[in-house]
């Protein structure tokens, strides 16, 4: 029964997902909307070749393998002025589906948003993936929305890899620096540019292998400068945290999707991730009475 409902709305979800949208109530202490796209891996069913001469008595007629694929999962995020979530819209896509589209229903939703709170502040949010910055800003640009969005790496991603650094480069001492570094970034304009600064002292002149952890923080310092400026954010009453794309990861997908010996085919998959998306957003009741009011008919009872 899921799979046949599911089959219906995934028919329909673009409909219904607008007029969810449209019908949308911003909450009067809304200052901000943030948006965020990431990744989480998924057991796929897929079939597997055939090993050449005569099968086994036993052997299956249709060998299939179980191979982890990358889904998508997305949010939209109204702040209070303080940058604490209010309330948060979630999205997702199967391996094989259209993440540009996951993109562009992003920025539809918040045009949409905007279009009832034009004084809304808009703040990208992701990890430091090239490719997830790509998605989010194809579907959420300056031009599109109207006005300058803020982009903001997430703050705990860099904690993590300057926190690795300061360990490799400081030993004991390097919890008590990653601390600094943290309260300086938090609270000081120009701070990444001081960290970088230190980092590359402190590195010394000598060539580090790739997988170093001081190199690695170097890296992504230099990647995102223009995508960390914390204080600034933090003055306005932003998010600088992309945690609530990251649990959507882990309460859409991994609760469910992840269970012991559990693979999935791209059609059924789909399908339970669009169900828990509407009910993990508090769209449930809304979007099955648009599902089914359409296929409702009439019944009237004929005298005898």
Known sequence: MPHVVGEIYVGQRVEIEEKLISDFVVPDE?????????????????????????????APKNPITRQYRMAYCATMTLHDGDGRAIHTIRYSRMPQGDARGLADALGSDVLAILSKRPDLAVVRLADGAHDMWSL??????????????????????????????????????GREVTDRWRHKLARNCGAAAKILATLRADAGPEPRDDDDPVRAAISYLDNHADR??????????????????????KSLVQMRMK??????????????????????????????????????????????
């Open 30 to 58: 809304a200052r901000s909307v943030s948006a965020s796209i990431d990744r989480v891996s998924i057991p796929m069913e897929e079939p597997r070749a055939r090993p050449r001469g005569r099968p086994a008595k036993n």
């Open 136 to 173: 989010l800003e194809s579907g959420i640009d300056d031009d599109s929305i109207g006005k300058e969005c803020t982009s903001l790496i997430d703050l705990w991603h860099l904690v993590e890899k300057l926190s690795a650094a300061a360990k490799e480069l400081y030993g004991a001492d």
């Open 259 to 304: 269970r012991a010996g559990s693979r999935w085919k791209e059609d059924s998959g789909n399908h339970v991730m669009q169900f828990r998306a509407l009910a993990l957003s508090d769209r449930w009741d809304g979007a099955m009475n648009m599902l089914f009011r359409s296929r409702c008919q009439e019944v009237r009872t004929i005298a005898a």
């Open 228 to 249: 960390m400026n914390y204080a600034a954010a933090r003055k306005r009453g932003l998010p600088i945290g992309s945690g609530n794309v990251e649990a959507t990861c």
